[in-house]
């Protein structure tokens, strides 16, 4: 049972490979401020691929990935937590958001 979930989940693995290895601009939808749009994906690839292909494929690598792109930075966890915390300090934000970036 065990070998066989390991050996789809390697199947899965290269199969995600292949579809994606003559598509390496898919890191810059994570890692661009402004992410390219679909078609500028499409562009990229010189039309090699469809719009549905270009989903179908970025499904496939978030699916196999669990949807876990990154750990949460200290950053993040202190600008969320001033937000929960917010409703509860009478303080103004800003002064939470002050202190969250001090001890950051």
Known sequence: MLLGKACAQH??????QRDTENWPEITKKYE??????LEEFCFITDNT????????MESQVLNFL???L????TKKF?????QEAQTCYKAPRI????LANYLA
């Open 66 to 68: 669990d949807f876990q």
């Open 11 to 16: 199947e899965q693995a290269i199969s995600c």
């Open 70 to 73: 990154s750990t949460p930075t």
């Open 49 to 56: 691929y469809k719009r549905d292909e270009v989903l179908r």
């Open 78 to 82: 202190l600008r969320r937590f001033v």
């Open 95 to 98: 002064e939470l958001e002050f």
């Open 32 to 37: 661009e401020i402004c992410a390219p749009s």
